[in-house]
């Protein structure tokens, strides 16, 4: 196995696989690797249906098993393995693989995404696996005829709940503003959906249940006069409050906002360190999409190549 390469990509969203098209066509032999959730998280959701060129919509395992077998094609070398640790300030530059392998590398393409916000409860730990989720296809499947509640306004929730309601019997959305944040397609579709009932101004406080969750304790106007606190049967509390970039591993070497997202030289991919292009969720805390992603992906190979043409790698 190569533990030396031009062109090392970390991560497998659309961001990855996009640049790993781009850069295997471009003859850098990029290996990538494909993280803690391979086809990162698009492989949680169900259809697709805003990424261009899928008139009927496309599932999002299906697409990043298409994007994976077109990255391949041109050569790309996919490996599994997450990227535990970094030493930018050296060159080769270095990666470390799971805490054991070194892999130097000429270039690197950050596309490590971003993950599941929690409210930070300790009832969520406490219900791990018991009856707490952030994933509404990975564990709806264990909720048909049953009550769930989802946490969130944004897209995101309501992709979940509406989701959600095509296996529960009921689900509740529970949102802290007394609006939603989604889009006007998607508000439409939970509201106009009869198994799913909003409850606007509540806040989730901690959950309760003997064996598992069957309940969430909520507070209706919290703080305000005439707040209002009492307990929802659920058998189910899913989480959809928005993600949090992963770059931790990188934080002692590359620029990034007050949250993480790493900071890019716009318009291209580059970051303060020479030959280290980010691209994806990682470095976006604006667009998230899947489109997105795979636009920039393209530019983190085209810059990956251009550097490599310059320093004559
Ligand atoms: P968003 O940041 O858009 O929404 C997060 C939601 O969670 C908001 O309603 C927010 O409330 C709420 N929230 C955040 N923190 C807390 C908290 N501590 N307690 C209670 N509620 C909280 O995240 P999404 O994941 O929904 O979406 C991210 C991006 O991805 C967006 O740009 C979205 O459009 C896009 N997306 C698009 C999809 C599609 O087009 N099919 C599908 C999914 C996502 P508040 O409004 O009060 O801040």
Known sequence: MRNKVRCLIIGSGPAGYTAAIYASRANLEPVLYEGMEPGGQLTTTTEVENFPGYPDGITGPEMMEDLKKQAQRFGTEVRSGRATAVDFSVRPLKVTIDNEQVIEADTVIISTGASAKYLGLADETKYAGQGVSACATCDGFFYRKKVVAVVGGGDTACEEATYLSGLAEKVYMIVRKPYLRASQIMQERVMNNPRIEILFEHNAVGLFGE?????????????????EWYGLPIDGFFLAIGHTPNTDIFKDFLKMDKVGYIVTEHPSTKTNVEGVF???????????????????????????????TEKGL
């Open 211 to 227: 064996n598992g969750v069957e309940g969430v304790h909520l507070v209706k106007r919290m703080g305000e006069p005439g707040e």
């Open 278 to 308: 980010a691209c994806g969720d990682a470095a976006d805390p604006i667009y998230r999409q899947a489109v997105t992603a795979a636009g920039t992906g393209c530019r983190a190979a085209m810059d990956a190549e251009r550097y490599l």
